[in-house]
């Protein structure tokens, strides 16, 4: 149904159309099946993954042994799931966040890569990416509000630079948490995905596949070529209109992550009030673009870079990157 509020723009998407479609990247088929080879076939399998949909795919010419491969490459996603979730109390995150502020909690190794390279993203930033936030991306809780909280309520997180008061303590050969603030908490919801497409990758690769793909809602990754031969083929979603493309682009061995206004959010009083926080304000961030999408080496920097750089204005949004992550481009600002 067309939105009669608006009747010469674009209908305005809704969440289910998201959820149906997935939102930012995705690889586009392209082989009519006459022309792919036989002995290179296209295995694929679709799940329920961290909030959207995990899709992985892995080129082979033995459909079993691709199976093997891309339950190995689930298992990993699994494991990022289980260990960073801030909606478990049991995750290494949900752990941190119940008992951090009173005492070092021990996390696996991937969680303190992750939490490693997310702090170094705060500090590149100037604290615009802050995985200290947990608190008021909960206050906010843009899926469910349809009005903002009280001022008071989400200023308190505001201008604090609340990365800061979380330490990494490596020493004794593993890494503990601690809290030097009693109400911050661990989000890695703009990381931590990134990092799963990548381990997703390298079990792919430790099976000995070159040619596949993983993508988690829009957070792709692509080794080698699809099963026609060619690099793959990747295409943008709009963010105004689900089934339409922004771009496309031909890629091998690079990952893609999207970050938008349109995934989570609510509207009220001409606003939009979206995931994305502003750790200056506590509220969502002011921008003029709907979404920005980043090809980078790996997903994690990808996913990092895209949650950053999202309501920048190109320029700053480049210099960002250039100083963050070489080799890292931004493909497209909506
Ligand atoms: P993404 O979709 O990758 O851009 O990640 C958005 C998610 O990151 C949100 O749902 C929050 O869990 C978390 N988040 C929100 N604001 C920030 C921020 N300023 N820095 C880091 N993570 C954030
Ligand atoms: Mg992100």
């Known amino acids: 149904m067309e939105d ?18 997935g ?11 006459a022309r792919s080879r036989r ?37 990993e996603l699994a494991l990022v799931e289980r260990t960073m979730s801030r909606f478990r109390d049991d995750s290494d995150v949900g752990r941190a966040n119940l008992v951090a502020a009173s005492a070092p909690v021990d996390v696996t190794e991937g969680t303190a890569i992750v939490l490693t390279e997310a702090l170094r993203w705060a500090d590149l930033s100037d604290g615009a990416f802050d995985p200290c936030l947990a608190r008021a991306v909960a206050l906010w809780d843009v899926g469910s509000r349809t009005v903002p909280p009280p001022e ?8 604090r630079g609340l990365h800061r008061a979380l330490e990494l303590d490596r020493s004794g050969g593993h890494t503990r948490v601690l809290f030097h603030e009693a109400d911050i ?29 993983v993508n988690v809602g829009g957070d792709l990754h692509v080794l080698g070529v699809s099963e026609d031969g060619d690099a793959w083929k990747v295409g943008v979603r709009s963010p105004t209109n ?22 989570r959010f609510f509207d009220r009083d001409g606003r ?52 963050a992550a070489p080799h890292t481009e931004l493909l497209h600002l909506t």
């Open 4 to 21: 009669m509020t608006n009747p010469t723009g674009p209908r305005l998407p809704s969440r289910r159309d998201f959820l149906a479609l």
């Open 23 to 33: 939102a930012g990247a995705f690889v586009v088929a392209t082989v009519p099946l």
């Open 39 to 75: 002995s290179r076939r296209l295995v694929r399998r679709q799940v329920p993954m961290m909030g959207t949909i995990a899709d992985v795919a892995v080129v082979h010419s033995d459909p079993r042994y691709a199976q093997g491969a891309i339950d190995a490459a689930l298992s």
């Open 152 to 159: 008071a309520a989400y200023t308190l997180y505001a201008g």
């Open 185 to 213: 908490g661990i989000d890695l919801g703009g990381i931590a995905k990134g990092y799963g497409v990548d381990r997703a990758v390298e079990a792919l690769r430790s099976w000995g596949i070159h040619d596949a793909l």
């Open 242 to 263: 689900p089934s339409g493309l922004t771009t496309t682009v031909r890629l091998t061995d690079r990952a893609v992550a999207t970050s938008g206004d349109y995934e």
């Open 272 to 323: 939009r009030f979206h995931h994305i926080l502003d750790p200056a304000t506590g509220e969502p961030r002011r921008s003029a673009n709907h979404s920005v999408t980043v090809v980078a080496d790996t997903c994690m920097t990808a996913d990092a870079a895209a949650t950053t750089v999202f309501g920048s204005p190109r320029p700053r949004a480049v210099a960002l990157l250039a100083k």
